[in-house]
Structure formats: structure tokens, C-alpha cells
């Protein structure tokens, strides 16, 4: 029975597995689809105060316990990314928080697609330069956007760059 036991739970493991990965594959081909470049990739299991610190905003709503516990719960993939109007356009492209009426007004969305519930709507998105800046702060704290501005900002908007397929990111080079 033991070892039965442990068989069905690998299984079930590579199962979610499995789907999350296509989940993660349909998000990233989006991504790139849509003109984005991503000059940070970073998976990682966020730590409690991070996922706290993060969602400090929502500490008086009812679901907050709720996100934080998910948001724990095991690895996230964190990506800044670039290009003109960023924000707005990973907005629309996420649809709106609530999944279910997302699934009816806009169908092709990130979240409609992925996400199970509205605290587990696949997918999260700044929504204002400051946010970006106090949420890249706490999820991926070595980055500096000023000096990323000085040195490969520019060699992104001239074209300078290569998209590295196996971590998933755009890297600087020189011609």
C-alpha cells in the first residue's frame, strides 16, 4: 500500500507538473508574441515576508491570507519586462482579476485561459512605474533600474540584443 500510495502522488505531481508547464510555455509564447523582451527571468519559491511585503496593500481584505498562502505555496516565474507602453499592454493582456467574468468578456486573456479562481487567476502585473519599481525591489532585489538604463537600455531599443531560449531571456551584445 506504501508504495502504491507513493506512486499515485508522483504521478499526480508530474501530472500538475506537466500542466503547469504548458501553462508557463502558452504564457511565455505570449510574451514573446507580443513584442515584449524580457530582460529578467527569475524562478523562485517567494519567501513569507516577501509575499507579505508584496501584498502589504491587500493585508485588511478578506483574501489576503489566502494569496499569501499561494503565493508561498511553491516556485513563481518572475519576469520584468520591456517595451513601449509595458504596463498597459501586459494589463490587457493578463484581462481582468476576476476569472470567471474574465472568461466571458475577454476569452483569449491570460486569465481566462489559466487562472482557477481570483486569487489563483495565473498571472500579475504592475500597474503604475512606481509599482513596477516597489514590486521588482522585493521579488528581484539585485536589480537596479538605473543602471540598467545607462547600460543595456540602450542597447535594447538599437536592437542590440539576443533572446537566450533556455533561460528565457534577452542578453546584451555587442556588434
Known amino acids: 500500500m506504501s508504495n502504491r500510495r507513493r506512486k499515485i502522488n508522483s504521478d499526480a505531481f508530474w501530472s500538475e507538473h506537466g500542466l503547469l508547464l504548458l501553462w508557463v510555455n502558452d504564457i511565455r509564447r505570449t510574451i514573446l508574441d507580443n513584442g515584449f523582451y524580457v530582460v529578467r527571468s527569475k524562478r523562485q519559491t517567494i519567501k513569507l515576508e516577501q509575499a507579505k511585503q508584496f501584498y502589504s496593500e491587500h493585508k485588511t481584505k478578506f483574501f489576503y491570507n489566502r494569496l499569501i498562502t499561494f503565493m508561498t505555496s ?10 513601449e507602453d509595458a504596463i498597459s499592454v501586459w494589463r490587457h493582456l493578463m484581462g481582468p482579476t476576476k476569472v470567471f467574468q474574465c472568461q466571458l468578456s475577454n476569452p483569449d486573456s491570460i486569465r481566462a485561459k489559466h487562472g482557477l479562481t481570483d486569487t489563483r487567476n495565473a498571472t500579475h ?32 531599443r538599437n536592437g542590440k540584443v539576443q533572446f537566450n531560449d533556455q533561460q528565457f531571456i534577452h542578453v546584451t551584445h555587442k556588434s
Do not use: N
Open 125 to 156: 502585473g504592475s500597474d503604475s512605474d512606481e509599482s513596477v519599481r516597489q514590486e521588482v525591489s522585493i521579488i528581484v532585489p539585485q536589480f537596479c533600474f538605473e543602471h540598467w538604463k545607462q547600460t543595456e537600455e540602450p542597447m535594447f
Open 74 to 83: 511553491g516556485p513563481s516565474e518572475a519576469y520584468i519586462l520591456a517595451r
